[in-house]
């Protein structure tokens, strides 16, 4: 218990603050969000590379209050001013769903570098031409990463190292937020906005499923949701359950809501292998030995506070043969947390982090690197991010309610 209160404080009450190098990244945040602290402005305390130097907002009464609240230097009168600053050198865009493509456009045409917002954009039609810059491909030219920041996580990322795609026969990827954390006025109810439950806590599960297989679904099997009966919310849904099959003819179930149950349960993940055969010399000629593995994470969104993962092998010792007979079973189990990356150990042992760094801190420490020319040792490439809104699209054109609106962006 004293090692997690220690963490919650170390990163969401008091994150210790650096010095900041005379070469520090300096950026820019579009619109007064609400998870700007958590995403880039607490973590940014602990990175000597990075000062948060400026915020826009449409409302500039509240970019001052918000300013003032975060200790942030400067407001800009405009999202265009802030990208026509030389001084800013990176832009993170936390905007409704439906201003991401075309902030991210033009923030990349600006040359900023570029932070944004998970989902990306609105649907694959914009992530085809948005991740297709020429800009992106040029040398020394700006970096656009997809924000998916439990990918960066020591746990997510052993979780990931105990998975071979080509033994995986089911996935179950599971969110929620309960009933009371949302309202029909959140953006999240929007259409127009690019709202949905697919497109917020349900693009997380996606992702896991496409993370586990290694590969790009085949197609979208079925895709159930609910919906507020009132007619501005019929292409909004409120929850979904959708089934994926995978190339090497696995499937993947994701399913999310955002009007839950009242009591909140964490995330998870639940990954079943198919049987393998087990090399044991000790057994006859006519026997042989099989492991079916179920591997689960618990804890994926907010890790830091608490998770775990779990290995559940079954061995059975069976006679050959079509009419096979189980001589003895037994199951081992063992759990593991990986708070750092020191403690997942192995081939992770020696990656930076702080018991204090959350998902967002680990992201923005490879986001740096990439801008800074160095290597990275995790990353969503423009592919990756193409792949994901292309499965946010199956999903949404399976459920019947159509994809997200296209941006008039041109």
Known sequence: MGSMIGRVYSAFVSPPS?????????????????????????????????????????????????AKANNIPEVKGSYQEMLDDPNIDAIYIPLPNAYHYEWAVRSIHAGKHVLLEKPSVSNSIEAETLFNLPELSQPNGPILLEAF???????????????????????????????????????????????????????????????VFDAEPVECLSCETHSFPEAEF?????????????????????????????????????????????????????????????????????????????????????????????????????????????????????????????SYRHMLEQFVNKVKGRGTQTWVTGEDSIGQMKMVDMAYEKSGLGIRPTSNFK
């Not at 650096?18 to 958590?38: E, H, Q, S, W, Y």
């Not at 826009?56 to 009464?61: Q, Y």
């Open 18 to 66: 650096v010095t900041k190098r005379g070469d520090a990244i300096k950026f820019g945040i579009l619109g007064a969000a609400n998870i700007a602290p958590m995403a880039l402005i607490d973590p940014a305390k602990s990175h000597p590379e990075v000062i948060i130097q400026a915020v826009a907002a449409r409302d500039r009464e509240k970019a001052d209050k918000y």
């Open 149 to 211: 920041h439990t990918r960066f996580f020591p746990s997510w990322q052993y979780f990931q190292s105990l998975v071979n795609p080509a033994d995986v026969e089911h996935v179950h990827s599971k969110s929620m937020i309960p009933w009371w954390g949302t309202g029909k006025t959140d953006i999240f109810f929007n259409y127009n906005l690019s709202g949905g439950t697919i497109m917020s806590m349900g693009t997380y599960n996606l992702a896991t499923l496409r993370l």
């Open 234 to 358: 019929k292409k909004i849904d409120n929850d979904f359950k959708a089934t994926f099959r995978f190339p090497n003819g696995g499937t993947g179930v994701a399913e999310s809501t955002l009007r839950g149950p009242t009591i909140w349960t964490p995330s998870s993940v639940v990954v079943t292998n198919r049987e393998v055969i087990v090399p044991d010399d000790s057994l006859s000629p006519e026997t042989e030995k099989v492991l079916k593995r179920v591997l689960s994470i618990q804890g994926i969104l907010f890790a830091i506070l608490w998770h775990r993962i779990d290995i559940k092998d079954t061995f059975i010792i069976r006679t050959k043969g079509k009419e096979s007979k189980v001589i003895r079973s037994w199951t081992e189990t063992k759990s593991h947390k990986a708070y750092t990356f020191k403690e997942a150990g192995g081939k992770f042992g020696g990656l930076p982090g702080e018991t204090f760094w959350i």
